[in-house]
Structure formats: C-alpha cells, structure tokens
C-alpha cells in the first residue's frame, strides 16, 4: 500500500505485461472512498468514480489523443464493465444470422481484422476489444460497443491497399 495525498489507497490489480523497462504496463488502486485508479506505465491514468459513473483522464509523458482514446474505449472500459459485474471478454465480435459471432485471443491473434473481413461483407461489427456479454435467455448477448475497429497498419494494408487507407 502507498498512499498519495490526503486519501489512503492500496493495490488491487497488476497486470502480467511488462513495458520496455520490465515493469507492469498497468496496476490499478481502490482508494478507501471506493474510486479507483487506473495507471498505465507510459503516462496515462484513468480514475473512476466510486459509483463507477465518471471516469477522469490524466496524463504524463508522450502520449497522444489517439492513444487515450484507444486505451479508454478498450481496456479502460473493460475494467469499468467487469467493475459493474459484467462478464467482458478480449475479443471482436461480429453479427452474423441474427446471431453474435465472438472473435477471442491474445493481441495481435487477428480479431480485429477477422470482424473487417466480415464487415467487408456486410455484417455488423458489433464490438471491438471488448466484447461485454449480458446473460439473458439461457444464454448471452452481447452489447454493442464503441463503433470502431483497432486495426494494425498491415491489416489495413491487406485489406485496404495501404496502411494509410483509414484513419488513425
């Protein structure tokens, strides 16, 4: 535990991927008001509100917008679900027959350009990232997330003819 400013906070989660200096890339601290702190090694913080309704960004070091917002519509948003009891996978998903079709890996497996592939083809992408499942019916559905795909410049380029062909 360490404590910053007037509010004690502790440790509740450090992530198993390292930054460039062998540290982990992300921890996150529970303060005892019940927010929480989300802090990436290069820079950036995300703090959550203890009704987990408002999320305030921070920054230090280079990082740019396109940087935050990745990181806000992705993983910081995941952390918020899975904050709120929802089941949230790392995964695109796509809707395909009426039904959601999850794409799950590890990064850089593929997701993101497999759901470009179906879009390509006239299905919906519904989620990128995170894929946030509610249970319902027997079974699960999953909510539409932010309208985006996070594709690698090379998937861009196979798929669109430069890596340039989209925008950042």
């Not at 990436?40 to 913080?45: A, D, E, I, V, W």
């Not at 990082?63 to 918020?80: E, F, R």
């Not at 890996?105 to 997701?111: A, F, H, I, L, N």
Request: glycine content about 12%; proline content about 5%.
């Amino acid at each position: 535990a360490t404590s910053q400013g007037p509010e004690e906070e502790t440790l509740w989660y450090t992530t198993y991927i390292t930054d460039a200096n062998g540290e982990p890339a992300l921890k996150i601290w529970k303060k005892k008001s019940g927010d929480f702190s989300i802090r990436y090694s290069h820079g950036p913080s995300f703090h959550v509100d203890s009704d987990l309704s408002t999320i305030s960004v921070c920054g230090s070091g280079a990082i740019t917008d396109a940087d935050v917002g990745s990181l806000l519509v992705g993983p910081v948003l995941g952390i918020l679900f899975r904050l709120k009891g929802f089941t949230c996978l790392h995964a695109s998903a796509v809707e395909l027959c009426g039904k959601a079709v999850v794409f799950a890996g590890m990064e850089g497996s593929g997701k993101s350009t497999t759901a470009a592939i179906f879009a390509q083809r006239g299905h919906a992408v519904l989620a990128d990232d995170i894929a946030v499942l509610d249970q319902c019916c027997g079974g699960f559905i999953v909510r539409p997330g932010y309208p985006r795909l996070n594709l690698l410049p090379d998937s861009v380029k196979l798929l669109y003819g430069s890596p340039e062909a989209l925008p950042a």
